[in-house]
């Protein structure tokens, strides 16, 4: 994968970009499309979260969208972080290790994290699910 972390249209980039932050320790190869982004990307190697999202804060980003693999979306949502979920579902199968979301301390079908759906819509043959997940004492 190769994100640009770009808004599009159909016409090409919106006039207004969002700052590409990139949480990880892994190294972005010099050719990658993040960094020909009409911003300079900011980067962050700590796995605090917290400490992060007040970094950002501080750089006045108020607003965070996440595009990031099982691990970066898992941490989120089980640091409570996560508002709202968008939600893809394509009509297809894959098998294998790799899932959507990894550990967020749901052990068992009691500790179930329910979501409020918003809006599906159809986008070709895939759909897009947003939700927002229940606060605690209504989850369960």
């Known amino acids: 994968d190769d994100p640009a972390l770009t808004a599009r249209n159909d016409d090409g980039l919106?006039?207004?970009q969002p700052v590409p932050?990139?949480?990880?320790?892994?190294?972005?190869?010099a050719d990658a499309l993040l960094r020909q982004h009409p911003h300079a990307p900011l980067f962050y190697t700590s796995h605090d979260l917290t400490a992060t999202l007040v970094d950002l804060i501080d750089k006045g980003l108020h607003r965070v969208f996440v595009e990031g693999g099982p691990t970066l979306a898992s941490?989120?949502?089980?640091?409570?972080?996560?508002?709202?979920?968008?939600?893809?579902?394509a009509p297809t199968l894959l098998g294998g290790p790799r899932a959507a979301?990894?550990?967020m301390g749901v052990r068992t079908i009691t500790d179930q994290r329910r979501l409020d759906i918003e809006s599906i819509d159809r986008l070709g043959d895939d759909l897009l699910i947003v939700s927002h997940p229940r606060?605690?004492?209504e989850s369960h």
Request: no cysteine; glycine share 6%.
């Open 21 to 29: 932050v990139v949480i990880g320790a892994r190294e972005v190869p």
């Open 135 to 137: 606060p605690e004492s």
């Open 14 to 16: 919106f006039p207004r």
């Open 101 to 103: 979301l990894t550990e």
């Open 75 to 89: 941490a989120f949502i089980a640091a409570g972080y996560a508002d709202r979920l968008l939600t893809y579902v």
